[in-house]
């Protein structure tokens, strides 16, 4: 059945239903029927009557063929057609191709008998089916516009989520890194202060021995000459002693606040050997210089990398605590 037939069916006038569907572009019965439900009382426009009527004079034609070809057969005008498998009256072929698609009836034969036009309860109570029918599927369609819209907000969600433990993932890569590293720099630290207390044991080891080869005790020992030794030879005046290598090295650092700090260091030993035993003894954390003042220099990053007996510091110094240069 045909969009202008269901809805003439419906009760509304076939100028009307043809207007209505052209000016919903034809998209179907629902929107024609809301466009009519909604203009009830507007006149349509006089040129769209004039082309409604070609159309409807072509209807009449249509219709009254088969009834003049029915009176030429046999005198009984054929006023309908009807299906053989159920009864059904039917106005026309467009609704003859419309039951037989929706029943699969494929019996029909012409009939005197004359559809009945629907009675204005018929129509009344056709026009509150479709108005209930239309109610439901915009309540359909309402809930399923809400159920796409709750699910592209749980989407959103789920992608936010996502990205936020992406991000706390990649933030714990990094915290890990960070951790990893001051911990090595704490390993590092920690030997460098041990290798430091190392050698300021070993200074101390050493001190001690001198201190007792220089006691009275010790000296008195050397004075008293052995029997075997009654003849000594003596070192010839004009023959000079060649220079002495020195293996350590005295070094007194004066900190900021006037105390004194002092100890002995492998030559061989840089210059930052000395900054960590400041920073042992001290427990100084925050960035210092070193320098010295005759002559006066500021010793640069790169001479703490530097052996002290190629500084200049050997067989004994006077370093000075400072601030870093700006």
Same mark, same amino acid.
């Given at each position: ?53 070609? $159309?409807?004079?072509? !209807?009449?034609?249509?219709?009254? %063929?088969?009834? *003049?070809?029915? @009176?030429?057969?046999?005198? &009984? +005008? ?123 044991? $070993?200074?101390?080891? !050493?001190?001690?021995?001198?201190? %007792?080869?220089? *006691?009275?005790? @010790?000296?008195?020992?050397? &004075? +008293? ?102």
């Amino acid at each position: 059945m045909s969009d202008i037939q269901t809805l003439m069916d419906m009760g509304f006038p076939r100028d009307r239903v043809e207007y209505a569907l052209k000016v919903t572009s034809h998209k179907g019965v629902e929107m024609a029927m809301e466009w009519l439900l909604a203009h009830g009382d507007e006149e349509i426009p006089a040129a769209a009557a004039s082309d409604v009527a070609p $159309a409807a004079a072509t !209807a009449s034609g249509e219709d009254t %063929a088969p009834s *003049s070809s029915g @009176a030429a057969d046999g005198g &009984a +005008v054929a006023k309908s057609l009807k299906c053989d498998d159920c009864g059904k009256v039917l106005k026309d072929q467009t609704e003859v191709e419309y039951h037989a698609a929706k029943t699969g009836h494929s019996n029909f034969s012409e009939s005197t008998e004359e559809k009945k036009a629907l009675t204005e309860e018929e129509k009344k109570a056709q026009l509150a089916l479709i108005e209930e029918k239309l109610k439901q599927k915009r309540v359909e369609r309402e809930e399923r516009e809400k159920a796409d819209a709750l699910e592209r907000e749980r989407n959103r969600i789920r992608s936010g989520k996502d990205m936020t433990e992406a991000r706390r993932r990649m933030e714990e890569i990094e915290m890990k890194k960070i951790v990893d590293q001051r911990k090595r720099e704490k390993e590092e630290e920690k030997a460098a202060r041990d290798r430091v207390r190392a050698q300021i044991e $070993a200074d101390k080891a !050493a001190r001690k021995a001198r201190e %007792a080869h220089n *006691s009275p005790a @010790a000296q008195l020992s050397d &004075a +008293v000459p052995s029997v075997s030794s009654t003849t000594t030879a003596t070192t010839p005046t004009g023959v000079k002693s060649p220079p002495r290598e020195y293996t350590e090295t005295r070094i007194q650092v004066r900190l900021q606040d006037g105390s004194t700090l002092a100890s002995e260091f492998n030559v061989k030993e840089p210059l930052s050997a000395v900054r960590v035993f400041i920073q042992v003894k001290t427990g100084i954390e925050t960035p210092f210089a070193l320098m010295t003042t005759f002559p006066r220099k500021i010793f640069a990053d790169e001479d703490y990398e530097k052996p002290l007996e190629v500084l200049g510091l050997v067989p004994s110094a006077v370093i000075i605590m400072t601030k870093p240069p700006a």
